[in-house]
């Protein structure tokens, strides 16, 4: 073997070798992208999954979805885990209920607000190819709970996506500190315009009362008059 020959070999396996050493590249938070609309998305969004908030009533839920995609060049592993969660009272926390939904599979993970806490998995482990987007259905509701108990109580909580490789196998963190943050109830009284809190019991309008009134005093008015026409009618004969 001449020493060209010997040289052009060596080139060749070392390239191989690199090329067998060299690790992929790793998947990372900011790779994964939400979106609200299952159209556009992005690194993450101030607005809440629930744009417009639900008033629930006992034994009512309401449903909303959110999208994630992994934007990255490898296949990875999708974790969404509570954030941060908060209720007007422990009663409310008791029967309000928190359901996510994986569309591809169906598979459903329900727990009461009491029941979670920051790091508590809301949606488990599930494989999230390079380019591959899923939906997330997300619902709220309310057990069947006197109507006193549910009156005019408040909800907020958001929550975290996480991603990492699946080739690598490394555990999730333990403290889940990092990840997309995106709200799903935010913080905005109720009685503002622009609210994004969740609350429950319903309040009959002002408005309606008075209509509903009117309506009745409408009638018994009428009844009054018919039996006055009836009278005079039958006193004339």
Not at 3 to 27: D, I, Q
Not at 150 to 156: H, L, N, P
Not at 208 to 223: D, E, Q, R, W
Request: aromatic share 6%; net charge negative.
């Amino acid at each position: 073997m001449n020493f060209r020959h010997f040289f052009g070999t060596a080139m060749m396996l070392a390239t191989a070798a690199s090329l067998v050493a060299s690790p992929a590249t790793a998947v990372t938070d900011d790779e994964l992208l939400i979106s609200l609309d299952g159209t556009t998305y992005a690194a993450e969004t101030d607005r809440p999954v629930f744009v417009h908030p639900p008033a629930l009533v006992p034994q009512g839920s309401e449903t909303r979805s959110v999208w994630l995609r992994n934007d990255s060049e490898v296949d990875g592993e999708l974790r969404v885990v509570v954030d941060d969660i908060e209720l007007s009272s422990p009663e409310l926390a008791q029967n309000f209920e928190i359901t996510s939904r994986e569309a591809r599979t169906g598979d459903e993970t329900t727990a009461t607000a009491d029941e979670l806490t920051p790091c508590s998995v809301v949606v488990p482990t599930l494989e999230l190819a390079s380019g591959e987007s899923v939906r997330i259905d997300l619902s709220v509701g309310l057990r069947d709970v006197p109507a006193e108990v549910a009156q005019q109580e408040t909800v907020r909580f958001s929550l975290t996506a996480s991603i990492r490789d699946t080739a690598a196998g490394a555990p999730w963190p333990e403290r889940c500190e990092r990840g997309r943050d995106f709200p799903v109830l935010g913080s905005d009284p109720p009685d503002q315009d622009e609210d994004h809190l969740a609350y429950t019991g319903t309040d009959v309008p002002f408005t309606a009362l008075v209509i509903g009134a009117a309506l009745v005093l409408t009638g018994a008015s009428t009844m009054v008059l018919v039996r006055k026409r009836r009278r005079r009618d039958s006193s004339c004969t």
